[in-house]
């Protein structure tokens, strides 16, 4: 007789418990839908994690799954696990809006690579999650579908622009999900939601299926509930893929090989640059608590000079924006999309429709692009940023020659309260200058719960490792999450 | 006295490469199917989608460069070229602006006043657009894909050309190289070779050059050297008339012989290139470049060396069909199949080209077989069939490459080799025609053509007429 679990009960599991569960009959796939399903009714409304829920399809896959796990054909750690996907993926069949009017109803012939796989590894998508437009903010309240409410405390941001993704598996509307990272969007609302997120090294993530922001910063990575799954949801999405140029062969994607609870020996620099002004005060007390228990467990902690860290934030915004404007150029009311009405002529068409269907920040972001590589600025901005972008390069590649891991926090704060940010927008910037410079550097970095604030906000530790490197993130991360659980 | 004046020419002339795929992405290039039917998330600009080089479009254009002495950019990359226009579906072109995969090239080219040098400013890839069909009727403008992602190089000569008709020994010579490589086509009137003309005049004497306007649609040699002539004569006049030459794009009427402003450059657009970070730069290996040296094939001046030492044929003969790659194909593989050189170089010089310029056709739309060629010659050779037969297959082959023998055989047009049937036929001509026998009786060598004639026509022409001749004489 199979022992079977309480649905409650169920939504608390990891995915890796949750695959355990199903295989191990005490539950199924398709109760695990019905679960998160029964959670999204309840609980989204308020939080609007979701743009779209594909709910009857998702029951239908997941019957399908569980027929293939029971006849042993599915066989992975993630068969049968429900998944959220951030809604600049594309899906076949499915609504991608990446939360703007422009894209209100367009839905894709194809899926994006890295949903491919998680398909093909018996995960079911769920439905789509809310951003900030375009991935362009940082709090999700540029979302042309409303703003999506931090979990933790429905008053805060839930951080972005993967915020909807953060925010679905903090609230249990999904058991993990996925985002994307161009200058933080992972790892930050993961820190901003309590969860742990991680930006694999440029390259490791075929891009291919996902709506390019920066395309040279642009990298699909996991939102997890535990560094295990964050391991298990990394090794299913790495692949070496043909249709992206940009995509690297590596042979070395057994990351769940990493999860082990052993950090003596390990090397790891706190840079200075990350610790002074503009750093919450508890912030920073939980990161370097962390820091401590890390050292406490045998790993080698010391300070260091990161050096360039002031110029990421102007550097990542000339780079990002100027590939944005090139990018968003295809969203013109000619192929797919919001078309305005009553325009007169191409030219008009073009300019009303692109006025109507893109929000304020998206714009903004287009006029600087478009700036930045104009005749006669291009050299001055563009080119000078690709030369700093070489240079911040440059001082990771002498830090890792030191170090196996980069210790910091994620944000300066924890995650502010709803209606506060949009105002300032140089301020919003100024919140992604410790994640924007491991974009620029390509490299990998991973954030995992350190704590909480004062008033129950949770604080993210970010783990920075060299390209290629993100075993010793896991192994670290994991190391610190597992001491941290235990208290030791 | 009048001031005389110099025209200096540049040229950018874009070819569209041969290969199976696009440039980007897996689609067919193939010309003429339904609308968007060859087409992916790629070429239309799908949301998510990422374009992958083809190979064989680097293959083409380094292969190019290297046939015009050009160097090869070792270290390339692609840069995107930013305008909205609803032909091109992302709104940018992918294109090579900063490091373009070869330059400082040249190609020499000879006219009536000897050879010269055309220097070549550089060669770059890009993808090509869609189409956009004007529906008058409807009142709305729709667009075909299918030739979005087309891979096209741009050939950028230097301003060394002086007159139209080194422009056209200019071009010719790109069309041919390019053609000798199977890198294109080359059809001006299909498009897959399309040049522009960048020109100025200038004070014979003066040092700098006068402000420029590029010429477009010119989709023939004929009408670019009617653009050019146009296009001098209107500065000429304009700066005897006092007034300047304003740096423009213009489009050439053809049908008017005029051509009329397209636009100035104050609203010259603002492209914003930057490399396009979906493709990672090239580079281009020592083995690489090797490779593509030892497949270039043996180019025309070495091809009409060959065939002055190896075939018995006129050096007028030599020159039009190594004129064009396809015709040296046909003419070569036909002589290897056996047919005598002279008689395959007299099908192209006379028959061939006397149906190519009836229709308007180029030497690279001839569509019948070496095989086919082969077989009718050695039809006529054995006189199987006669030649005014010979001519009338080799039309119907001309237009659709039909096999000789079995469409000989078919239509009954074997010359008849019966000796009793064609007696008894001569015998009943002669018996039906007495004043003509009387005549030649009375030394009118000239009606016995009168009576071949008439043989020929019982015989449905299907006789030889030497043979006829020669049995009227007999029973005569």
Request: hydrophobic share 35%.
């Given at each position: 007789m199979r022992g079977k679990m309480d649905k409650s009960e169920l939504l608390h599991l990891s995915a890796v418990e949750l695959n355990r569960a199903i295989r191990e009959g005490k539950t199924t796939a398709v109760e695990a839908m019905e679960a998160v399903l029964e959670q999204i009714e309840k609980k989204d409304g308020q939080y609007n994690c979701y743009v779209t829920v594909a709910g009857d399809t998702a029951l239908a896959k997941a019957a399908e799954v569980q027929k293939k796990i029971e006849a042993g054909e599915l066989t992975g750690p993630l068969a049968g696990v429900p998944v959220a996907v951030k809604d600049n993926m594309c899906t076949e069949g499915l609504l991608t809006t990446c939360s703007s009017k422009i894209l209100e109803n367009f839905v894709p012939a194809f899926s994006a690579e890295a949903v491919l796989q998680l398909e093909r590894a018996g995960a079911v998508v769920i439905g789509k999650t809310n951003m900030d437009e375009f991935a362009m903010g940082s709090t999700t309240e540029t979302s042309a579908y409303g703003v999506t409410r931090n979990p933790r405390n429905p008053e805060h941001v839930p951080g972005g622009s993967s915020g909807g993704s953060a925010a679905a598996v903090a609230a249990e509307e999904c058991f993990f999900a996925l985002g994307s990272d161009t200058g933080g969007s992972i790892r930050q609302p993961a820190s901003y939601c309590g969860v742990v997120g991680m930006k694999p090294t440029y390259g490791t993530v075929s891009r291919y299926g996902l709506v390019a922001y920066g395309s040279s910063l642009d990298q699909i990575g996991p939102l997890t509930k535990t560094v295990e799954d964050c391991a298990a949801v990394l090794e299913t999405i790495a692949s070496h893929d043909k249709k992206d140029s940009t995509s690297v062969e590596r042979a070395d994607t057994d990351f769940t090989s990493a999860l082990v609870k052993d950090v003596k020996g390990m090397r790891i620099g706190i840079p200075r640059d990350y610790l002074g002004e503009g750093l919450d005060s508890e912030v920073r007390d939980a990161v370097l608590a962390a820091a401590e228990l890390l050292q406490a467990n045998g790993a080698v902690v010391e300070e260091f000079d990161l050096s360039l860290v002031e110029y990421a934030i102007p550097t990542y915004y000339t780079i990002a924006a100027a590939e944005a404007s090139s990018n968003l150029e295809r969203f013109d009311g000619i192929k797919y999309g919001y078309r305005a009405k009553d325009a007169a002529g191409l030219h008009q068409m073009y300019k009303k429709t692109r006025s109507q269907g893109f929000g304020p920040e998206v714009k903004r972001r287009i006029m600087l692009g478009s700036f930045v590589l104009s005749s006669g600025y291009y050299d001055a901005y563009y080119l000078k940023a690709l030369r700093v972008k070489a240079m911040i390069k440059k001082a990771f590649d002498d830090a890792f020659a030191k170090y196996d891991c980069i210790l910091g926090p994620v944000a300066p704060t924890t995650a502010p309260e709803l209606g506060r940010s949009l105002a300032d927008p140089i301020k919003m910037y100024l919140g992604d200058i410790y994640t924007i410079s491991v974009n620029l550097a390509g490299l990998p970095g991973i954030s995992v719960p350190c704590g909480a604030d004062s008033r129950g906000l949770p604080i993210g530790l970010q783990l920075i490792g060299d390209c290629f490197n993100e075993k010793k993130l896991i192994q670290t991360a994991y190391t610190y999450e597992q001491c941290a659980k235990e208290g030791n | 006295m009048a001031r005389e004046y110099e025209t200096v020419i540049g040229l950018e002339v874009h070819v569209e490469l041969a290969t199976q795929t696009k440039i980007f992405c897996g689609c067919s290039t193939a010309f003429g199917g339904r609308p968007n039917s060859h087409t992916c998330p790629v070429c239309t600009g799908m949301p998510g989608s990422l374009p992958v080089l083809n190979k064989k479009v680097l293959e083409h254009a380094v292969a190019v460069g290297l046939a015009t002495n050009c160097d090869i950019t070792r270290y390339c990359k692609f840069d995107r070229k930013n305008y909205f226009y609803p032909d091109n579906p992302q709104n940018y072109q992918i294109s090579q602006l900063y490091l373009p995969v070869c330059r400082n090239g040249y190609v020499e080219i000879e006219t009536e006043e000897g050879i010269k040098k055309v220097g070549i400013h550089e060669i770059h890839m890009e993808e090509d657009a869609g189409k956009l069909i004007h529906d008058e009727w409807e009142d709305c403008s729709l667009v075909d894909y299918n030739r979005s992602g087309v891979p096209l190089i741009e050939i950028v000569s230097e301003p060394d050309m002086r007159s139209a008709q080194e422009v056209i020994a200019y071009l010719e010579k790109l069309r041919l190289i390019i053609q000798y490589l199977g890198a294109s086509d080359c059809k001006l009137q299909e498009g897959s070779?399309?040049?522009?003309?960048?020109?100025?005049?200038?004070?014979?004497?003066?040092?700098?050059?006068?402000?420029?306007?590029?010429?477009?649609?010119?989709?023939?040699?004929?009408?670019?050297?009617?653009?050019?002539?146009?296009?001098?004569?209107?500065?000429?006049?304009?700066?005897?008339?006092?007034?300047?030459?304003?740096?423009?794009?213009?489009?050439?009427?053809?049908?008017?012989?005029?051509?009329?402003?397209?636009?100035?450059?104050?609203?010259?657009?603002?492209?914003?290139?930057?490399?396009?970070?979906?493709?990672?730069?090239?580079?281009?290996?020592?083995?690489?470049?090797?490779?593509?040296?030892?497949?270039?094939?043996?180019?025309r001046t070495e091809k009409m060396k060959r065939y002055r030492e190896e075939f018995d044929i006129p050096d007028y003969d030599i020159d039009i069909i190594t004129g064009s790659k396809h015709m040296a194909d046909i003419f070569e593989e036909t002589v290897a199949l056996g047919a005598q050189p002279k008689k395959v170089s007299n099908w192209l010089m006379v028959e061939t080209l006397r149906l190519l310029k009836e229709k308007e056709l180029d030497p690279e739309d001839i569509r019948f077989s070496p095989e086919h060629l082969a077989k009718l010659i050695a039809l006529t050779e054995s006189k199987a069939v006669n030649s005014t037969v010979a001519k009338e297959v080799f039309e119907v082959m001309f237009e659709e490459d039909i096999d000789p023998e079995s469409y000989v055989e078919e239509k009954g047009l074997k010359t008849v080799n019966d000796e009793g049937a064609l007696r008894r036929t001569v015998e009943e001509v002669i018996a039906a025609n007495p004043q003509s026998v009387e005549d030649y009786h009375n030394g009118k060598e000239k009606a016995i053509g009168f009576l071949v004639g008439q043989t020929m026509k019982a015989m449905k022409g299907k006789a030889d007429p030497a043979g006829v001749n020669r049995l009227l004489k007999e029973l005569l």
């Amino acid at each position: 007789m199979r022992g079977k679990m309480d649905k409650s009960e169920l939504l608390h599991l990891s995915a890796v418990e949750l695959n355990r569960a199903i295989r191990e009959g005490k539950t199924t796939a398709v109760e695990a839908m019905e679960a998160v399903l029964e959670q999204i009714e309840k609980k989204d409304g308020q939080y609007n994690c979701y743009v779209t829920v594909a709910g009857d399809t998702a029951l239908a896959k997941a019957a399908e799954v569980q027929k293939k796990i029971e006849a042993g054909e599915l066989t992975g750690p993630l068969a049968g696990v429900p998944v959220a996907v951030k809604d600049n993926m594309c899906t076949e069949g499915l609504l991608t809006t990446c939360s703007s009017k422009i894209l209100e109803n367009f839905v894709p012939a194809f899926s994006a690579e890295a949903v491919l796989q998680l398909e093909r590894a018996g995960a079911v998508v769920i439905g789509k999650t809310n951003m900030d437009e375009f991935a362009m903010g940082s709090t999700t309240e540029t979302s042309a579908y409303g703003v999506t409410r931090n979990p933790r405390n429905p008053e805060h941001v839930p951080g972005g622009s993967s915020g909807g993704s953060a925010a679905a598996v903090a609230a249990e509307e999904c058991f993990f999900a996925l985002g994307s990272d161009t200058g933080g969007s992972i790892r930050q609302p993961a820190s901003y939601c309590g969860v742990v997120g991680m930006k694999p090294t440029y390259g490791t993530v075929s891009r291919y299926g996902l709506v390019a922001y920066g395309s040279s910063l642009d990298q699909i990575g996991p939102l997890t509930k535990t560094v295990e799954d964050c391991a298990a949801v990394l090794e299913t999405i790495a692949s070496h893929d043909k249709k992206d140029s940009t995509s690297v062969e590596r042979a070395d994607t057994d990351f769940t090989s990493a999860l082990v609870k052993d950090v003596k020996g390990m090397r790891i620099g706190i840079p200075r640059d990350y610790l002074g002004e503009g750093l919450d005060s508890e912030v920073r007390d939980a990161v370097l608590a962390a820091a401590e228990l890390l050292q406490a467990n045998g790993a080698v902690v010391e300070e260091f000079d990161l050096s360039l860290v002031e110029y990421a934030i102007p550097t990542y915004y000339t780079i990002a924006a100027a590939e944005a404007s090139s990018n968003l150029e295809r969203f013109d009311g000619i192929k797919y999309g919001y078309r305005a009405k009553d325009a007169a002529g191409l030219h008009q068409m073009y300019k009303k429709t692109r006025s109507q269907g893109f929000g304020p920040e998206v714009k903004r972001r287009i006029m600087l692009g478009s700036f930045v590589l104009s005749s006669g600025y291009y050299d001055a901005y563009y080119l000078k940023a690709l030369r700093v972008k070489a240079m911040i390069k440059k001082a990771f590649d002498d830090a890792f020659a030191k170090y196996d891991c980069i210790l910091g926090p994620v944000a300066p704060t924890t995650a502010p309260e709803l209606g506060r940010s949009l105002a300032d927008p140089i301020k919003m910037y100024l919140g992604d200058i410790y994640t924007i410079s491991v974009n620029l550097a390509g490299l990998p970095g991973i954030s995992v719960p350190c704590g909480a604030d004062s008033r129950g906000l949770p604080i993210g530790l970010q783990l920075i490792g060299d390209c290629f490197n993100e075993k010793k993130l896991i192994q670290t991360a994991y190391t610190y999450e597992q001491c941290a659980k235990e208290g030791n | 006295m009048a001031r005389e004046y110099e025209t200096v020419i540049g040229l950018e002339v874009h070819v569209e490469l041969a290969t199976q795929t696009k440039i980007f992405c897996g689609c067919s290039t193939a010309f003429g199917g339904r609308p968007n039917s060859h087409t992916c998330p790629v070429c239309t600009g799908m949301p998510g989608s990422l374009p992958v080089l083809n190979k064989k479009v680097l293959e083409h254009a380094v292969a190019v460069g290297l046939a015009t002495n050009c160097d090869i950019t070792r270290y390339c990359k692609f840069d995107r070229k930013n305008y909205f226009y609803p032909d091109n579906p992302q709104n940018y072109q992918i294109s090579q602006l900063y490091l373009p995969v070869c330059r400082n090239g040249y190609v020499e080219i000879e006219t009536e006043e000897g050879i010269k040098k055309v220097g070549i400013h550089e060669i770059h890839m890009e993808e090509d657009a869609g189409k956009l069909i004007h529906d008058e009727w409807e009142d709305c403008s729709l667009v075909d894909y299918n030739r979005s992602g087309v891979p096209l190089i741009e050939i950028v000569s230097e301003p060394d050309m002086r007159s139209a008709q080194e422009v056209i020994a200019y071009l010719e010579k790109l069309r041919l190289i390019i053609q000798y490589l199977g890198a294109s086509d080359c059809k001006l009137q299909e498009g897959s070779m399309r040049a522009d003309v960048n020109l100025s005049v200038r004070e014979v004497g003066a040092k700098e050059f006068g402000t420029r306007t590029e010429m477009k649609n010119l989709n023939s040699f004929r009408s670019i050297a009617r653009a050019i002539e146009g296009e001098k004569n209107r500065q000429i006049d304009l700066l005897e008339s006092g007034e300047a030459v304003i740096q423009e794009t213009r489009r050439w009427d053809d049908a008017k012989e005029t051509s009329y402003a397209m636009r100035s450059k104050e609203d010259a657009q603002d492209y914003r290139y930057f490399p396009d970070p979906d493709l990672v730069p090239v580079s281009i290996s020592e083995e690489f470049l090797e490779e593509i040296r030892s497949r270039q094939p043996e180019f025309r001046t070495e091809k009409m060396k060959r065939y002055r030492e190896e075939f018995d044929i006129p050096d007028y003969d030599i020159d039009i069909i190594t004129g064009s790659k396809h015709m040296a194909d046909i003419f070569e593989e036909t002589v290897a199949l056996g047919a005598q050189p002279k008689k395959v170089s007299n099908w192209l010089m006379v028959e061939t080209l006397r149906l190519l310029k009836e229709k308007e056709l180029d030497p690279e739309d001839i569509r019948f077989s070496p095989e086919h060629l082969a077989k009718l010659i050695a039809l006529t050779e054995s006189k199987a069939v006669n030649s005014t037969v010979a001519k009338e297959v080799f039309e119907v082959m001309f237009e659709e490459d039909i096999d000789p023998e079995s469409y000989v055989e078919e239509k009954g047009l074997k010359t008849v080799n019966d000796e009793g049937a064609l007696r008894r036929t001569v015998e009943e001509v002669i018996a039906a025609n007495p004043q003509s026998v009387e005549d030649y009786h009375n030394g009118k060598e000239k009606a016995i053509g009168f009576l071949v004639g008439q043989t020929m026509k019982a015989m449905k022409g299907k006789a030889d007429p030497a043979g006829v001749n020669r049995l009227l004489k007999e029973l005569l």
